[in-house]
């Protein structure tokens, strides 16, 4: 799926209007009476009469679909009491019609300019139901009054809120929430997900996330944006790599973990689980021969390849190098530690090696300065958010900013995968950037990811691009989660993923997606 900024999303609507020819009144109605459907399924087991939602609008595009939206739950039976941000003569031209049809149908409505911040604060608290039309996806930077206020009341109503494709006060395309916002129970986006809405923390501000089909061709959506994308259902099972029926316990995915040392025994061996897991038929686990025999204790699947007990750099290499000869893929990090001999190993390795590489935890520690030694390779960086500034510098104040762009131009300049993980991880190449949405708080804990890179691993072993083997292991992992959650649990423990993944596959096959072809449930 399609993921676009508010800049991709003007650039779909003008195109859509300019050369296919559907007028903007169109999309426009479209869009008013997906916000009025969603809008009627949240009132419609409500009792009373009548039932009065609150209509916030204002004066732009994004009003006129609150408009819309009003005029439809008018003819449903609702009541819609509208609150305009602004007269008829400083709306724009679309807005200003919807206005005028609803004056004409002799709706109920203010201007909040013109009344008393107690008529509006009891006007929303007398409705069942919020609808934000403040500002749409074409404002940016901090609110201003009275718009501050406003959002303030909405928030303090106690209502549940639909917003109208992006809550007020939100930026769209970057995640960023540079002041006060709407916080709203669902949000209809049109045409496609707007990228900073899939983002904290913006994504906490905007609840469940609808898209409405309102008629923009996915060709035009595909050719306007292009980069960014929502890792689907139908994606993942379209690339999940599956065994040919020739496939011996190599060929099915080879993969190599270097990892491991005398305090962090754990690690490398949840990788190996996750690998094994996800389907790699030979993993051996390469390291230290001070770790070995702890390590052994706890592996039955896994080979053991411990490296020379020497003080030699290069003699370590040498020996990585011949282990990972025929690897399929390398995860190199897990537990490794951050000694300076240990780091040198890393980084003269990862500059010796051709083979598809994983590249986590103590290993991102190495590379941080040294982010050259990576540049062109077959590789997945695989940082958290603190691994990841330490990887930036001096840069690292970029990530807060906009965590999609720094994650973009960080995976550009090096040419290699960057799954940057954390709630919504970000999986970042040269040509194209993804938002995995599954996932929830039982990852947090420690050893989870572990496993995800040990599953990246099985997913590049099996013949997947880094931007393939990154997005399916991001996507399945927190399916898995979200599968565990499923079944009430309260907490987990990193070794309950791999047992759970081939479970959680079934699950997802299974369960039903939110979509009519008009509104579809995104998160």
């Not at 009341?153 to 549940?160: F, L, P, T, V, Y």
């Not at 077959?378 to 840069?395: N, S």
């Amino acid at each position: 799926m399609n993921a676009l900024t508010a800049a991709e999303m003007r650039a779909a609507d003008m195109r859509t209007v300019d050369d296919v020819g559907i007028p903007e009144s169109i999309l426009m109605e479209s869009a008013g009476r997906a916000v009025a459907d969603l809008a009627r399924d949240f009132v419609d087991d409500l009792e009373g009469d009548p039932i009065r939602i609150a209509i916030v609008a204002g004066p732009g595009n994004n009003g006129g679909d609150a408009l819309v939206a009003a005029r439809h739950l008018m003819q449903l039976g609702f009541e819609p009491d509208v609150y305009m941000a602004a007269k008829a003569s400083d709306c724009n031209e679309l807005c200003r019609v919807q206005l005028d049809i609803m004056e004409g149908l002799g709706a109920s409505i203010s201007y909040l300019r013109d009344q008393s911040p107690e008529f509006f604060r009891s006007g929303l608290r007398a409705a069942a139901l919020i609808v934000d039309g403040l500002l749409g996806t074409g404002a940016s930077g901090p609110l201003r009054e009275p718009y501050k206020s406003w959002v303030n009341e909405i928030n303090i109503a106690g209502r549940e809120v639909i917003a109208v494709d992006a809550p007020t006060g939100v930026d769209p395309s970057s995640g960023g929430v540079p002041g006060p916002a709407v916080t709203a129970t669902a949000t209809v986006t049109m045409a496609a997900p707007k990228v900073g809405l899939l983002l904290y923390p913006a994504a906490s501000y905007v609840g469940e996330l609808w898209v409405a089909n309102i008629g923009i061709p996915p060709s035009v959506l595909a050719e306007s944006g292009g980069r960014y994308h929502v890792m689907t259902k139908e994606q993942f099972f379209y690339w999940l790599p599956h065994r040919s029926p020739q496939a011996d316990k190599r060929t099915a995915g080879d993969v190599v973990i270097i990892g491991g040392s005398a305090n962090f025994v754990g690690a490398p061996v949840m990788a190996a689980q996750g690998a094994l897991r996800a389907g790699a038929g030979y993993v051996t686990i390469a390291c230290p021969s001070s770790a070995a025999a702890a390590i052994s204790y706890h592996t039955l699947e896994p080979v053991l390849a411990p490296w020379p007990a020497t003080d030699d750099a290069q003699t370590v290499v040498n020996a990585l190098l011949e282990t990972t000869r025929h690897a399929g893929a390398v995860v190199i990090g897990p537990g490794l530690g951050r000694d300076e001999f240990t780091q040198t190993i890393v980084r003269s390795y990862l500059a010796a090696t051709a083979r598809p590489l994983v590249v986590d935890a103590d290993a991102l520690f190495a590379l941080s300065g040294h982010t050259d030694i990576i540049k062109d390779k077959k590789a997945v960086l695989t940082p958290h958010a603190g691994e990841f500034a330490r990887l930036l510098g001096e840069h690292a104040d970029a990530a807060i900013a906009n965590r999609m762009k720094a994650a973009d131009e960080f995976a550009t300049s090096l040419d290699a995968t960057l799954l940057l993980k954390g709630p919504r991880s970000i999986i970042a190449t040269k040509e194209a950037s993804y938002v995995n949405l599954t996932g929830n708080s039982l990852l947090a804990t420690a050893g989870s990811g572990d496993v995800l890179s040990g599953m990246t691993g099985a997913m590049l072993a099996a013949g997947c691009s880094s931007r393939q083997a990154a997005a399916i292991a991001a996507f399945w992992h927190g399916v898995t989660s979200d599968y565990l959650a499923s079944l009430e649990k309260h907490s987990i423990t990193a070794s309950d993923i791999p047992a759970a993944l081939q479970d959680a596959l079934k699950w997802l096959d299974e369960r039903e997606e939110d979509d009519d072809g008009y509104l579809t449930r995104v998160v």
